[in-house]
């Protein structure tokens, strides 16, 4: 089987290391992928960008492509299943119509909304007058987002009135994400612990992978700017069976069957965010129509199951309801960044001494270059240090021990990843 991975960060380089174990996989490509992959024996960088669906589709209909994985959102938004679809190409990933389950924020709500599945409370705004007033008599904390994509950047959570005002002018008055952020969806702040769901389906059929918690903010202590993620483990220990099966009958079995109803097909991942209370009571953050990223380095790091063959089944609507193999280790882990993201940073610096490939570690490229015999910075995440251990503790230590010995100037990385299960272990022991 010959497979093509659509992308160029850490989530396409961690997808098509998996892939490529796969004893029915012949061949990889990565389009167009990153300096991490470039290194990959198994794997081969095509140059065409994730966006280019008809280039995309001329080479899987040349090279003879058996299965194509688009790996980020804006492809699954813009429909790129769909025109795989109308030239008899298989694509695991959901059409358009499906997608605007990320690729709207407003679509998003009314759907959960139309469905009974628990979520915050939301208004919907264009108007930054009639925006700034509602959070007035709401009060802060407050959650400001931007309707559309915005790469992980379109999220601030306001603790002040003017706070607020700001990140609805950036959205609706200054124009910051351009069509994305036309239009704003406010929500209530939610207190609890976040974790990420995510499960493989045809529409019918569900597949739960292993639990993740990300870091979305920037800073330690979860403090800063948002993020697209600056780290990840797996599993997550908040995400206990009682809270497993709340989450699959109240959340992923009532959307896919909502999106049934509503007209819409599903096949793919299906990434639920999700904020759990001290109660066990859980509300819908957001919905991915894709992997996340930091989540999938670790969550690759510990599955034994071949993720070919079941992208491939589910492609054929032959998906079979069977739990997935999994490495009973934690996994963790760091994103390394260059200085100055979310915001504005360097490229082309320099990166020396990256650790190589072992049992219990291994460094996902998602930022990087691969130029004349040299690793170099490409852009705002640059790389995910991932590792097994025992204890989310112990791949703890084992990541930052690893990043230690990487030599890159630009590196910014939190020092704190996987602080809240390292606490809940600590506590077991006392």
Excluded at 236 to 259: C, F, Q, R, S, W
Excluded at 311 to 339: F, M, T, Y
């Amino acid at each position: 089987m010959k497979v093509l991975i659509v992308g160029s960060g850490g989530r396409e380089h961690a997808l098509s290391w998996k892939v490529s174990q796969s004893p029915k996989v012949d061949k990889v490509f990565v389009a167009p992928g990153n300096g991490g992959t470039e290194l990959e024996k198994q794997i081969h960088n095509i140059n065409i960008q994730p966006n280019d669906t008809e280039a995309l589709v001329q080479f899987a209909i040349k090279e003879g492509i058996d299965l194509t994985i688009v790996g980020p959102e804006d492809p699954l938004v813009n429909g790129i299943t769909d025109r795989f679809k109308e030239e008899g190409l298989r694509c695991f990933g959901p059409s358009k119509g499906a997608a605007q389950l990320e690729g709207s924020k407003e679509f998003m709500k009314q759907f959960l909304q139309n469905h009974n599945i628990p979520t915050a409370e939301y208004a919907v705004f264009s108007s930054s007058d009639a925006a700034i007033n509602y959070v007035k008599e709401k009060g802060c904390p407050i959650v400001i987002k931007a309707d559309g994509l915005a790469a992980g950047k379109g999220v601030t959570i306001a603790f002040t009135v003017e706070e607020a005002k700001i990140a609805i002018n950036e959205s609706l008055e200054s124009g910051v994400f351009g069509d994305a952020g036309k239009t704003i969806i406010i929500e209530e702040f939610l207190t609890g612990e976040e974790a990420s769901f995510i499960v493989l389906t045809d529409g019918e059929i569900a597949i739960p992978f292993a639990s993740s918690q990300d870091h979305k903010a920037r800073d330690d202590q979860d403090k800063g700017p948002n993020t697209g993620g600056m780290g990840a483990y797996s599993p997550a220990p908040i995400v206990n069976k009682v809270i497993h099966k709340k989450i699959m009958d109240e959340v992923i079995y009532p959307t896919l069957k909502g999106l049934k109803k509503d007209g819409f097909t599903y096949c793919g991942f299906l990434y639920a965010g999700m904020m759990i209370d001290s109660k066990n009571n859980l509300k819908v953050l957001e919905f991915n129509c894709r992997f996340g990223d930091p989540e999938t380095q670790p969550i690759m790091m510990r599955l034994k199951s071949d993720l070919a063959d079941l992208c491939n089944q589910a492609c054929s609507n032959s998906l079979e309801d069977c739990p997935l193999e999994w490495d009973e280790r934690k996994a963790l882990g760091v994103v390394i960044a260059s200085e100055g993201y979310p915001f504005e940073y360097e490229k082309n610096k320099e990166i020396k001494n990256i650790p190589y490939e072992q049992e219990d570690i291994k460094v996902f490229h998602a930022g990087t270059k691969y130029e004349a015999g040299k690793i170099k910075s490409n852009g705002g995440r640059v790389l995910c240090v991932t590792t097994l251990g025992n204890s989310v503790q112990s791949a703890q230590v084992k990541a930052y021990n690893a990043i230690t010995k990487i030599q890159w100037d630009d590196a910014y990385y939190r020092k704190d990843i996987g602080y809240r299960a390292v606490e809940r272990e600590k506590n077991e022991l006392t």
